[in-house]
């Protein structure tokens, strides 16, 4: 498995999760990441993209000054930050990666070619 996501579960409404994608790509820093989600009867879509050094974000509209995206490279995981969660934020949350150069992101799902499992946020009202 070359990007393992963890860390979802159930929260209340305004509550707080960290969810984790756990990577076996070398070298991890060379890979541009973006986190999706998919929620019942819905298409995917983007939610927010570092940069392989971690000095580029972008975010999705819905979660800005909500979701924080951070990386640490030397332990090859990525940290999604979800605060002040909703009931429209329940969805299965997926990692992706990517070659890219040093400052480049992508909102585009067809953008990148390596996939998690996903994992499952539940936040009730």
């Known amino acids: 498995v070359q990007l393992q996501a963890s860390g979802g579960g159930f929260v209340q409404t305004g509550g707080s999760l960290r969810v984790s994608c756990a990577a076996s790509?070398?070298?991890?820093?060379?890979?541009?990441v973006g986190w999706f989600r998919q929620a019942p009867g819905k298409e995917r879509e983007f939610v927010t993209t570092?940069?392989?050094?971690?000095?580029?974000?972008d975010y999705a509209n819905s979660v800005k000054g909500r979701f924080t995206i951070s990386r640490d490279n030397a332990e090859n995981t990525v940290y999604l930050q979800m605060n002040s969660l909703k009931p429209e934020d329940t969805a299965v949350y997926y990692c992706a990666a990517r070659l890219a150069n040093s400052g480049e992101i992508y909102r585009r799902d067809d953008s990148y070619t390596i996939w998690g499992q996903g994992t499952q946020v539940t936040v009730s009202s």
């Open positions: 570092i940069s392989g050094p971690g000095r580029v974000r």
């Open positions: 790509i070398r070298p991890f820093g060379n890979y541009a």
